[in-house]
């Protein structure tokens, strides 16, 4: 069973609506990711949380915000998405010690489609 | 040149064979080491974390080369249930918490 939890499992939106993703994690990680997954690609970085302050911002447009209201909880607000944001939107989250950085534990994902 | 590459695969192995493949990574100031496995429309799973002196767990063994910049994988007698991705993960090129992801290896593990 994961201990990253995400809901919901899955969104379908138009491309006027406004939604958000939640992520809890239950494991006392500090750091927290959002990551964008197409299929048959690699997931792809898009923020980084680490004590509760964002680190990294991979040049994500301004339509992902996302939020962390304290150190379990993790948001991804969505607002006039395109059809090509289409997705599979993973959460992580790990502890913050080691030099590079430390193994990632995911969520099962949010499936986003955008009409 | 990618940060990471893998083999795409796909590695038939027949149940109970050993397969191995590898990974190579282009930045040496690289830290941390990884593999996880995905299946499909799943999400990532931490397989295992490889360590300078190479790490095993069960029928899974790990590598790492830092001089030739590569780390393998080896699954010995393979189920069927080794079927899947395999992403090699290297942290700590550029900035802390950004993990480089492979493309990824596909093993797919026959009767």
């Known amino acids: 069973d994961t201990e990253v939890t995400q809901t919901p499992k899955h969104l379908v939106m138009g491309m006027t609506n406004k939604k958000s993703l939640k992520c809890e994690q239950h494991m006392g990680h500090r750091a927290m990711y959002w990551y964008k997954q197409k299929a048959k690609k690699p997931p792809e970085l898009m923020f980084v949380?680490?004590?509760?302050?964002?680190?990294i911002n991979e040049s994500v447009p301004s339509r992902f915000s996302p939020e962390c209201p304290n150190s379990s909880l993790l948001n991804l607000h969505l607002h006039a998405l395109q059809p090509e944001d289409s997705a599979l939107y993973l959460c992580?989250?790990?502890?913050?010690?080691?030099?590079?950085?430390?193994?990632?534990?995911f969520g099962p994902g949010t499936r986003l489609t955008v009409l | 040149r990618k940060e990471v590459e893998q083999d795409p695969g796909p590695f038939n192995v027949p149940e109970g064979a050993t397969v191995a493949f590898n990974c190579t990574y282009s930045?040496?100031?690289?830290?941390?080491f990884f593999w996880y496995r995905q299946d499909c429309r799943k999400e990532p799973k931490l397989l295992m974390s490889?360590?300078?002196s190479g790490n095993e767990d069960g029928r899974f063994t790990a590598q790492l080369n830092r001089a030739s910049q590569y780390i393998s994988l080896l699954i010995r007698d393979s189920k069927l249930s080794d079927s899947a991705t395999y992403l090699c993960v290297v942290a700590g090129a550029d900035s802390w918490g950004k993990l480089q992801f492979g493309a990824g290896t596909q093993v797919v593990v026959t009767p």
């Open positions: 930045n040496s100031a690289s830290q941390s």
């Open positions: 490889v360590y300078s």
């Open positions: 949380y680490s004590y509760e302050k964002l680190s």
């Open positions: 992580a989250s790990s502890q913050v010690r080691l030099a590079g950085g430390d193994e990632q534990f």
